[in-house]
């Protein structure tokens, strides 16, 4: 790309903008394992803008080694993320120092499915394991919210007894809780049955009503998926930050 | 040996160690460089700065070296050699059973070997496995699911080939089979970590043991499920065990999350040595403290009975270790 070499600082805000929603949809792309967003994570470092609307990404992953499964998906959502914005021509996502760099670049590229990027090397499609890690999701922020609740003397009764519409109300006070019930609300329609405004709040992932009585047993099942997925994410943010020395944020 | 400050011994038993060689002339192409730069990059990332090594010492250190960190000043007294073969990746091995059984040849009391074997090579590895046994006397493998081999990129323990090989080792012998399931190296046609075939396998083998390394993770909360289902598979600390310095509180959710579901008497510590170096971690773990908040959740503890299970007495079990012999054995040399 080749910028000119002076701006008006007209145009130098209109890229800043454009910069900031190339941002903004990224940070709607999450690793999947970890529930949280490739931009949050760090992995992406660079993006280039040009005249026409084209949008150049890259990303680089904690290891040469990282799930090329999970690299596919990321590079896949990155690139439908960013089309979706209206000035967009074309996104073209491009992950480096990885075993498979070449293949999933060439195939996010030419829209190939992830069999087709890889053809004869592996049986299945990628949904089922994003439905998977979806369901993880699902229980891992539902047990933080629990948790944070729980913390702020809610009891197991109240808990499983609360509507949609209620902990759309509770008048929650700092960032991290209102970061939490509204992560939970975004995803609590994927999975635990009708989440209309009389429905409980509060269901496992099959849509079974909670008890009091197995209040502690249930949340201990979830704590096992959160405590997993902070581990992973842990670790990928130390070995990201050993291998390129930058810091992602916490 | 570990002495607490009460004069009170630990036994140590090091459940997971590597003597390779990753020097650039033994490397067969851009996957080994890439691969001993990520084991070097989780060294960096997860020790405490004194611990970081070189490049040339982290690609080769040798017998030697490796005595002296592991059973001089890392206080194991027994430590298990786990085999890595990778030759996709380099040229006469990573970490193969025959360069770990120098190690052994030289310290017969302190270091336990383990063979290998991948059910991709079909009829004649079952008989490279029968002259590895006989060779070497090993009584556990270590298995890589995810290891490349030709076209493949993984293998599940419930292949047929893999039983027929699982079939066999047990009637030569092997009592443990360690299992990599673990970050480093991915499968592309599988997901490798999951640990689903380890639990059909340990019904299917029930004299087995099957110690899961790296305690599963990425998948620590599936392996966590399995392991209260089957009675014969445990966990590997390596991996694990360093979060005790770089993220003390995610090492004790993980080890709550341990103790509650896979319990005290299932899991191994591992160094992972030449990655992670046994004297810091074991002075870590023996300082560590479960937090109240977590004691009171979980119900669970690590107390020093706790710790030296983990440390010694458990992985003694496995590979019928009688200690008291053993120290006598360790201190005639």
């Known amino acids: ?250 | 040996m570990f002495k607490t400050s009460d004069g009170e011994e630990i036994f140590v038993i090091d459940a997971h160690i590597h003597l390779w060689d990753a020097r650039p002339e033994n490397q067969r192409n851009v996957h080994g460089a890439q691969f001993i730069n990520c084991f070097h990059n989780y060294q960096k990332g997860l020790s405490p700065e004194e611990y970081h090594w070189s490049t040339e010492k982290f690609q080769y250190y040798g017998a030697d070296t490796l005595y002296e960190d592991v059973f001089v000043n890392g206080y194991a007294d027994m430590a298990i050699c786990q085999p890595t073969y990778l030759k996709e990746f380099y040229v006469n091995g990573f970490n193969t059973t025959e360069q770990n059984a120098v190690l052994r040849d030289k310290y017969p009391n302190q270091v336990l070997l383990n063979g290998a074997f991948d059910p991709r090579d079909g009829e004649p590895g079952l008989d490279a496995l029968t002259e590895l046994v006989e060779a070497y006397k090993v009584t556990g493998v270590k298995l890589y699911t995810a290891e490349w081999h030709g076209d493949s990129k993984g293998y599940k323990l419930t292949d047929p080939w893999a039983r027929r090989y699982l079939e066999h080792a047990q009637g030569l012998g092997i009592k443990n089979v360690h299992v990599h399931k673990g970050p480093t190296i991915l499968p592309l046609n599988r997901d490798a970590f999951d640990v689903a075939d380890v639990d059909d396998a340990a019904t299917d083998f029930p004299e087995l043991n099957f110690i899961v390394d790296h305690v599963g993770l990425p998948r620590l909360d599936d392996f966590c499920w399995i392991a209260t289902q089957e009675t014969n598979v445990y966990g590997g600390l390596a991996v694990a065990a360093a979060f005790v310095h770089s993220r003390p509180r995610y090492f004790a959710e993980m080890m709550a999350e341990l103790l509650f579901w896979v319990g005290e008497d299932k899991l191994l510590f591992a160094s992972d040595y030449g990655i992670w170096q046994p004297k810091w971690l074991i002075e870590k773990f023996m300082a560590f403290e479960m937090p109240e908040d977590l004691k009171a959740e979980t119900g669970v503890d690590l107390t020093l009975d706790v710790k030296r299970k983990i440390l010694g007495l458990n992985a003694a079990k496995l590979y019928g270790i009688d200690i008291e012999a053993q120290k006598t054995k360790i201190s005639a040399g």
């Not at chain 1, 949050?40 to 150049?56: C, L, S």
């Not at chain 1, 000035?87 to 992950?95: D, E, F, G, R």
Request: hydrophobic fraction near 40%; glycine fraction near 8%; charge should be negative.
């Open chain 1, 1 to 250: 790309m080749n910028a000119p070499a002076q701006q008006s600082s007209d145009q130098r805000e209109a890229n800043d903008q454009r910069e900031s929603d190339v941002w903004a949809r990224l940070a709607t792309v999450s690793d999947p394992e970890l529930d949280e967003s490739v931009a949050a994570m760090g992995f992406v470092d660079t993006i280039q803008i040009d005249a026409t609307g084209e949008v150049q990404i890259g990303f680089r992953l904690p290891t040469y080694w990282c799930a090329p499964n999970f690299a596919f998906l990321m590079a896949h959502d990155m690139r439908e993320a960013v089309e979706s914005l209206s000035w967009v021509s074309t996104a073209i996502i491009s992950l480096r120092d990885h075993c498979n760099a070449k293949e999933i670049n060439h195939g996010v590229g030419a829209g190939l499915s992830f069999g087709d990027t890889f053809p004869g090397q592996t049986a299945a499609e990628l949904d089922k394991l994003r439905a998977t890690f979806r369901r993880k999701a699902f229980k891992r922020r539902q047990e933080l919210l629990l948790r944070h609740l729980k913390g702020a003397d809610m009891t197991p009764q109240q808990l499983c007894a609360m509507h949609m519409g209620e902990l759309a109300t509770l008048p929650l006070e700092d960032d991290e809780a209102l970061n939490l019930r509204a992560r939970y609300q975004e995803i609590r329609g994927e999975f635990g049955g009708p989440a209309g405004e009389g429905d409980l709040a509060f269901t496992t992932d099959s849509g079974e009503m909670l008890t009091p009585d197995g209040f502690g047993d249930y949340l201990q099942d979830l704590r096992r998926v959160r405590v997993n997925a902070e581990f992973n994410a842990n670790l990928c943010r130390g070995i990201l930050q050993t291998r390129y020395g930058e810091t992602a944020e916490e």
